[in-house]
């Protein structure tokens, strides 16, 4: 149903962007102690598109994605190796701070996360307030532009100084969209952003992230196949720690060359 | 939705946004990261000031207490003031008696009345009280202790006594064996009991041959560390047992302990006098430790045998 | 359901060989019994206070609390508590304001910084210093540190800004208001940093990794992620830390000084002092009078009244906060 209708507007986007890598993923690995979590992956990925990393669980997709915005190496033990280059700057290099990366590289977790102790506007605004931003109508303009970007202006505008905890569980995730938009990111990793909403709060959020591709680069991990048929322009299958099959969404659900990818799309495991 | 319509008249202000915002990154977060640099020495720094009063502690106890110790030191009673002869036997002996008793009163108490919080209380406002008396009993003062100890007992029999320094003890004792018990057994699985149950034995039976032994290693440890914080403990003892030199003579008569003895001796004017005082807390550190180590022994001797 | 593992099975399978059938209510009866002794013990500490400190208030009134007479010579007795409050207030503030923002720190260095593998050691050593009885801690106070005090704290601010600050302008000795505070924050830190550790463990990674994620260094993260999340659980810990230094004895006994009477009100930071517990340790053996003995009880009165309303707010506070998260975990 709504896999048919927007695979021409996909297939423009793919050719309108077709040389331009916005991040460039090369022989990444990533471990936990001394076991590999990914292994070898390389992966190129287009401005202003959507990309799905799709597997059973286990099979590396959240910790490549933690990899891209060094969050990986946050879990005590864990440490990542390769290039990952966004805009030509490989954030893995000994001169790049993570601090001034996250900046750019925007992140949305399986769970919602606000900050519990702060109201909606505060949560918005947290980033900008920690990177030092001090004007006052910035600050108001950017948290409604995030609000509205993430499509919760209108349910929230006028509860601004409300706790962000009070809000329903779709609706905190997308105030942690907005949250992460406040800091104007080029790329967006999102980790199983619906896991743990209802069907109602799933649909809204995927609805966002195809309209929020016209700005931003999305890369997002989810567990559920119709979701990445529906949402992504490209997907990238992994099993077991190794990217197996990567290419467009529809070659991928429609005529994967693997066979692993194959059995995986039809269910046969997983 | 809105957005459609928005993103797209808003597309030029934003990348506005994004210079500004990439721009103010960049001139704060030098300072950003001094900072963080700043805070995170400022941790470690604290670290080491508290590890360097521990070391101390333990250099001067050890170098000034063991140049201290000898025979005479540890089994004769304290010669005349100053004269630096004689020992502190009878703080030994004293600490072993006080100690030893109030354990036998508190242990008892602590475990059953844990268990009591745990196993068969309903909720309601009894339990609420004797959960909210319990935390009061922690956090009184030893001093009022002592006070307790005097006029509930040293006024009623007429005279400082073992039996006045034991109970001021286990009232020390109590609240912390009534805790370790009720969250040890509290950790205990949900699973075992209803085993117990199903199979048809008593509640009482459960608690006591089931419950209690998988939940023993750790009320075990509670009551240790507890009876190490009363043997440490000078206060309450001043106004109970008020410290002689003589070896115990009945259990309502006055008696020595180290910690007394240790304040008594670091009151005194003599050179002589301190050196005891430090041997007598080497003495007081070792008693502390070889009861953890003996308990921590027996525990994992348990644990073997029951592996093989 | 959990299975049973070997272990339980044989403590299940014991029960059929225990012969001796004990009825359920007689241990009920014990362990309510238990329960109601611990009620009594409070009981008595409270009667027995009560009791011991009527003789005083019939005697000086409410003036007891602020006056700062203390003589117990016979026919001329005249009892006040006040520069005892202020010894054990000045002592214990000094105490915390020291050890508070110390004990953050070593609760952060371990649970948000150090590797386990530094982690893990560190808060054994906290744990081995919250063991360490406090007689120990004065004796070192007594013939080690407070040499330490004089010579490395003491004289370079008397030195510096005695001469017209009056807050530092009097010859420090080492035994004074300003060390008992620094060797009481010494002996409640352990206490405050390891439940200040348990309680920002409560913390979930994930309010974390949403702080790092907008680019936040670890000191912003611990500070908009970790602190405010269990505020009142640190709170509450440092409250707990209060309580133990307002009601600390032998500690202080030894190195505040111990003057009594009007001087024992401090005029400066280094001046010699007394508090409520030290003055009962002092002179309760030594009291000459029913009246002398009842002051002294009254002290003990006034210091139970202080140290159960800090201990009640403290643990409504840290049980507030580990009741929240344990309800959000379950969600």
């Known amino acids: ?257 693997k066979e692993l990818t194959e059995r995986y799309i039809s269910g046969k495991f997983g | 939705m809105t957005v459609d319509s928005n993103s797209n008249s808003n597309s030029k202000p934003k990348q506005n946004y994004r210079d500004i915002l990439q721009e103010t990154v960049n001139k704060k977060y030098r300072k950003r990261l001094l900072l963080n640099r700043l805070v995170t020495i400022f941790t470690i720094v604290c670290v080491i000031a508290a590890v360097v009063p521990l070391v101390s502690i333990l250099l001067e106890v050890v170098k000034n207490g063991a140049s201290a110790i000898s025979i005479e030191f540890l089994t004769q009673p304290p010669g005349s003031m100053g004269s630096g002869t004689g020992g502190i036997a009878p703080a030994i002996q004293g600490t072993i008696i006080v100690v030893g008793i109030a354990s036998l009163i508190a242990a008892p108490i602590g475990v059953l009345a844990g268990i009591y919080l745990s196993e068969f209380a309903k909720k309601g406002e009894f339990v609420e009280i004797v959960r909210f008396f319990n935390d009061v009993l922690t956090g009184l003062p030893s001093i009022v202790i002592g006070i307790v100890g005097y006029t509930a007992i040293v006024l009623s029999i007429g005279s400082f006594s073992v039996l006045a320094g034991s109970v001021s003890l286990s009232i020390i004792m109590i609240p912390i064996v009534v805790r370790v018990t009720e969250e040890t057994l509290k950790v205990v699985p949900y699973s075992l009991r209803e085993a117990g149950h199903s199979l048809g034995i008593s509640k009482t039976k459960v608690t006591l041959f089931v419950i209690l032994p998988s939940a023993k290693n750790g009320i075990l440890t509670g009551i240790v560390i507890a009876i190490s914080r009363i043997a440490g403990e000078t206060a309450p003892l001043i106004m109970t047992i008020l410290g002689t030199s003589l070896f115990f003579t009945g259990i309502t008569g006055p008696v020595d302990a180290l910690p007394l003895r240790i304040w008594r001796l670091a009151s005194q004017p003599y050179e002589s006098a301190h050196a005891f005082g430090w041997g007598s807390a080497l003495i007081l550190i070792l008693m502390i430790l070889a009861l953890s180590m003996g308990l921590r022994f027996l525990a994992q001797r348990r644990s073997l045998k029951a592996v093989k | 359901m959990t299975a049973l593992d070997s272990k339980h099975r044989r403590y299940l399978s014991a029960l059929f060989v225990v012969r001796n059938k004990r009825h359920d209510k007689l241990f009920s009866g014990l362990v309510v019994g238990a329960a109601v002794y611990t009620l009594l013990m409070v009981g008595l500490v409270a009667f027995s206070v009560a009791k011991g400190s009527v003789d005083i208030f019939s005697y000086e009134g409410v003036q007891f609390f602020y006056q700062s007479d203390w003589n117990a010579v016979e026919g001329r007795e005249s009892f006040g508590a006040y520069p005892y409050i202020i010894g054990t207030l000045l002592s214990s503030a000094i105490a915390m304001a020291i050890g508070v923002p110390i004990s953050l720190a070593i609760a952060m260095f371990i649970s948000e910084i150090a590797p386990p593998r530094i982690g893990t050691p560190l808060s054994f050593i906290t744990e081995l210093l919250a063991a360490v009885p406090s007689i120990i801690y004065g004796l070192w106070a007594l013939f080690v540190f407070r040499f330490w005090v004089r010579d490395l704290i003491e004289m370079p601010l008397y030195n510096a800004f005695g001469g017209y600050i009056p807050f530092f302008a009097k010859t420090p000795f080492g035994l004074d208001i300003f060390t008992a505070g620094i060797v009481l924050a010494i002996m409640i830190i352990p206490i405050i940093s390891s439940i200040c550790r348990e309680v920002m463990r409560v913390v979930p990674d994930s309010q974390r990794e949403a702080a790092y994620s907008l680019g936040a260094t670890r000191w912003e993260t611990v500070r908009m992620a970790v602190f405010p999340y269990v505020k009142s659980g640190l709170v509450g810990a440092s409250m707990l830390g209060l309580g133990r230094a307002v009601g600390e004895t032998i500690l202080v006994t030894m190195v505040i000084g111990n003057v009594i009477g009007p001087s024992a009100i401090p005029t400066t930071l280094f001046s010699q002092g007394q508090t409520l517990s030290s003055l009962v340790a002092n002179e309760f053996n030594e009291a000459s009078s029913e009246l002398h003995l009842s002051a002294l009880i009254a002290l003990g009165a006034i210091l139970l009244a202080l140290t159960m309303g800090i201990n009640i707010a403290a643990r409504f506070l840290v049980k507030k906060k580990i009741k929240a998260s344990s309800g959000a975990k379950s969600q």
């Open chain 1, 1 to 257: 149903m709504a896999i048919e209708e927007p695979i021409e507007d996909k297939e423009e986007a793919v050719q309108q962007t077709a040389e331009r890598y916005k991040v460039r993923i090369e022989k990444v690995n990533g471990w936990y102690g001394s076991k590999r979590a990914i292994r070898d992956v390389n992966l190129n990925v287009k401005e202003k598109t959507v990309t799905a990393f799709i597997g059973p669980s286990g099979c590396g997709k959240t910790t490549l994605l933690r990899c891209l915005n060094r969050m990986h190496e946050m879990t005590p033990g864990a440490h990542a190796d390769g290039r990952v280059v966004v805009d030509g700057i490989d954030i893995y290099d000994k001169s790049i701070d993570p601090v001034i990366i996250r900046r750019r590289i925007g992140m949305v977790f399986q769970k919602p996360n606000p900050f519990p102790t702060m109201s909606i506007f505060d949560n918005v605004s947290a980033g900008l307030r920690l990177n030092g931003m001090n004007n006052k109508t910035i600050i108001r303009e950017i948290v409604e532009e995030s609000l509205r970007n993430a499509a919760l202006w209108d349910e929230v505008k006028n509860d601004l100084d409300n706790p962000g905890m009070s809000l329903s569980g779709g609706q905190q995730q997308r105030l942690c969209i907005a949250r992460a938009l406040a800091m104007q990111p080029e790329v967006l990793l999102m980790d199983e952003p619906t896991s743990s909403l209802d069907p109602i709060g799933s649909s809204k959020i995927e609805e966002l992230v195809r309209v929020l591709k016209d700005n931003v680069t999305i890369i997002i991990v989810t567990h559920n196949m119709q979701q990445a048929a529906r949402v992504s322009d490209f997907t990238a299958f992994m099993y077991l720690g190794d990217l197996i099959e990567y290419g467009s969404t529809n070659q991928i659900f429609m005529n994967p060359e």
